[in-house]
């Protein structure tokens, strides 16, 4: 089986998604602006590079608290269907029409919230998504994310809890426009960069044994 994993944001769109997401959020759920302001101090503490993007990822799944499944995945379903569509890189659909014709498992794998991510991996015809996950109990969220932010070490330790061992490495591409994906992108031999940041950039030059191949998507 050959796989292909995809990075979300900066990846397959043209930036993150979650600061989008949170704003239709809050159009479609106004009475949610409580959360939004208890958050305020976080945000400023996140921008101050205080707290990481864990911590924040934590506070910002608060948002959702005491919602329905049912109306937390309409709404997500109607971001990725409406709002989405305006963020693609045409050569992320361009690369994901080839390796669908060319027949590789297709996996998503983001630290977006999977409430939204899902829909997102399945306008476009991937066969799987890992994403964040919020903690859900009698069928509302808790305000609580369930597990992990699905970002760096965590991608690689999410795979591995899912049962996705590849077998033939060299068959295997991975794509991600960023250094903390390392763990996700050592699970293939073809390494894509996609519009990588100086950072990233000076890894690949020093690593250029390990089959990092840059592109430069619009």
């Known amino acids: 089986m050959k796989i292909a994993f995809f990075d979300l944001d900066k ?16 159009k479609k759920n106004p009475k949610s602006i409580i959360y939004y302001i208890k958050l305020i101090p976080y945000l400023i ?6 707290i990481d993007n864990n911590k924040i990822k934590y506070k910002i799944a608060s948002i959702f608290k005491n919602i329905t499944v049912e ?21 992320a659909l361009d690369e994901i029409k080839k390796l669908k014709s060319q027949k590789y498992t297709l996996i ?8 939204y991510a899902k829909f997102i991996a399945k306008n476009l015809g991937f066969d799987k998504c890992m994403g964040t996950e919020l903690w859900t109990f009698r069928d509302k969220f808790t305000g609580y994310m369930y ?72």
């Open 11 to 26: 990846t397959i769109i043209k930036k993150d998604s979650i600061v989008p997401f949170m704003i239709f959020y809050l």
């Open 45 to 50: 503490l996140f921008f101050l590079k205080i």
């Open 71 to 91: 109306f937390g995945e309409k709404i997500g379903k109607e971001f990725a269907d409406s709002i989405i569509p305006n963020l693609y890189f045409k050569d």
């Open 108 to 115: 998503m794998i983001t630290a977006s919230f999977e409430l």
């Open 147 to 218: 597990g992990k932010n699905c970002y760096g070490a965590a991608k690689r330790y999410r795979l591995f809890t899912e049962h996705i061992f590849p077998n033939h490495k060299h068959k295997n591409i991975a794509y991600s426009d960023s250094i903390s994906d390392l763990p996700m992108l050592n699970f293939a031999e073809t390494k894509i960069c996609v519009n990588p940041n100086n950072k990233f950039k000076k890894y690949i030059l020093k690593n250029n044994n390990e089959g990092f191949l840059t592109v430069k998507w619009r």
